[in-house]
């Protein structure tokens, strides 16, 4: 074999090499491909559909993270590698999204084909639909129609919701449902048939919600393979796919995955300029119903309050150690002002084993100088006290509290039993102006928005604001509960003294 021979068949082997899975294929042939560990995830998963180890896959990102261009471009030149006679469908909201995708696969047909035998088809020029020489090709529509009539092997559904308000109408999210039902799996073909579906999260209901609803997960006798990659992991969603520990962030294609701290700024201040729905179902892939909450989204940003002057009277941390049964120990601060009204100006709460829950609430205490640290006396009061001693001896002996620095008193709150009669009632003190938020709290007011009164638990930061509130104003304890409807803003002037010192609106 001469030396051209050699260099040609050294070349086919290499690129033969590039097929274990779309990932390793994308990064081999494109350069400017830039690889992070969840693309390796994404890749093993994708590779695992192509070899027939699990029909259905379900990816759920944030956006913006490689995650399309990788299983709604790469992917599918790859299936078309192994099966040259398949056809995909390539789906997304809008036609002109799908045809993007659609035309950066037959780009790398023209580019990479040769390699592995495949050539568009003669006189395949249309870009919504073409075909290589052996028979298979790509269509590329919108979601909603264009499958009629034809066979798919591969479905791909990209981004199936334009936005949110797409995804919260009831009659799009229905006609996306029935498009996929009785259009789309009817084209599939009994040799060979896969779908896969990237995304981000919008609404309980949207495509993702109703095919885990309706087919189930592979781990629980399902039908759905689930790759979560939320951007901070939390283990409320199980074994992390990544295998990061609580508050890791997710990688980015444009940041070096080694800088945590530039990871962890890009995701905070995209939680800090979204909406508290937003971050939690695009960001966290975690959607959930606004309706039947005890307080409003309008509500808790109406009673957001930075600039109104107020001097504490008292101030204090509140905890709740057993995070409502979860894993989530909520630990929250804040100041009874001289109007009367409960200031939360802190929220640490977090995954915590009782260690770090008390150290959080020690420091949290001397950063804020409370004078009063109270537990919830319902649930493990003298595990707290003693937790909460401990750390305050174990801060001062390390030297991160000044050894002459008493530490706060420390006050049982007894709550209600019930999970609604004790959160209910600090519903309505933000109803009449008597809780006042000192900032944007995105986490804690997203699981007052979003709880509801059918639920089992109630998270952790719900029940350590409570708590604060009680401590703060007990009388919000001993009242009746006033079965109200929804609150869409608070009642203006109820709050004690508001009226003579700062008018009866909030200033903003």
Known sequence: ???????????????RDLLVDPVTLARGLDPTYLMRPHLRVIGDALA????????????????????STTTGEWFPFWWLTKYSSDRV??????????LKRGKAIRSYVEEYGDEYDLRMKAGSGAMQDWEVTEGGGVRSVSVGKGLTGHSVNLLIVDDPHKDRADAESEVSRNA????????????????????????????PDDFAGRRLTEEGRLEDGGRWRVIHLPAIADPKFGPDPLGRGPGDPLPHPKIPTRDRRALLAWWADMKKTSIVRDWHALAQGDPQPAEGAL????????????????????????????????????????????????????DVSGAMSSSDWSMAACRLAHRTNASIIYVEWNYGRDMCELAIRTSWETLQRDGEIPADVLMPKIAPV?????????????AQ????????????????EREWATWMSTDP?????????????YGLIPEANKGAIVHAPLPQAPQAGRAPRAASLYGQRINH
């Open 1 to 15: 074999m001469g030396v051209f021979q050699r260099l040609e068949a050294a070349k086919k082997s290499m690129s």
């Open 176 to 203: 996306l449902h029935d498009w996929y039902s009785s259009t789309a799996l009817k084209r599939l073909q009994p040799d060979r048939n896969a779908v896969v579906a990237i995304m981000t999260r919008w609404h």
């Open 414 to 426: 007894r709550a209600k039993q019930g999970k609604l009669l004790r959160a209910e009632p600090v």
């Open 295 to 346: 307080v409003s989204e309008e509500l808790l940003r109406l009673i957001r309050d930075t600039s109104t002057k107020v001097e504490p009277q008292k101030i204090a941390v509140a905890i709740d150690p057993s995070g409502g049964g979860r894993d989530v120990a909520g630990v929250v601060g804040g100041f009874l002002g001289d109007d009367g009204r409960v200031w939360i100006t802190d």
């Open 89 to 98: 469908a390539v789906t997304s909201y809008s036609d002109d999204l799908a």
């Open 48 to 67: 695992d559909v192509g070899n027939g180890v699990c029909d259905r896959l379900l990816i759920l990102t944030p956006p913006q993270v490689g995650k």
């Open 457 to 469: 638990d109630s998270p952790g930061r719900i029940d350590a604001s409570t708590i604060l509130v």
């Open 429 to 444: 003190q933000m109803v009449q102006d008597k809780v006042r938020l000192r900032g944007v709290f995105t986490d804690l």
